[in-house]
């Protein structure tokens, strides 16, 4: 059975980091599947974060490019996303994705930034 599985959020005060994971298992294999970290902020619609084709250099959305990193562990078939210097309007349940014809979605990890 194919499933991601995403941990690491947290509160953390503005200025802080986080590095949320998301982990595979099953069919899907991130050596072979576009990887994605979307997120819904309360009362916003689910908003694409960043991406990473295999191969391929990751894409950041321009509200947390230069803030945030992803990057993976293939013998750990893991995908990571580090955030640095957060932001209240960061606040959100960050999910992750994977594609390669068919779409998977992880259950969601909700990060609040606050003082």
């Known amino acids: 059975q194919a499933q991601l599985v995403e941990s690491g959020g947290d509160l953390v005060q503005p200025g802080g980091s986080l590095r949320l994971s998301c982990e595979a298992s099953g069919v899907i294999n991130f050596t072979l599947h576009t990887q994605f970290w979307y997120r819904e902020r309360p009362m916003k619609s689910r908003e694409w974060v960043a991406s990473?084709?295999?191969?391929?250099?990751?894409e950041y959305n321009s509200f947390v490019r230069g803030r945030f990193s992803m990057s993976r562990d293939d013998a750990k078939n893991t995908i990571y996303l580090q955030m640095n210097d957060l932001r209240p309007e960061d606040t959100a349940f960050y999910f992750c994705?994977?594609?390669?014809?068919?779409?998977?979605w992880g259950q969601g990890t909700r990060v609040t930034v606050s003082s």
């Open positions: 990473n084709v295999p191969g391929r250099t990751p």
């Open positions: 994705n994977a594609y390669n014809r068919r779409n998977f």
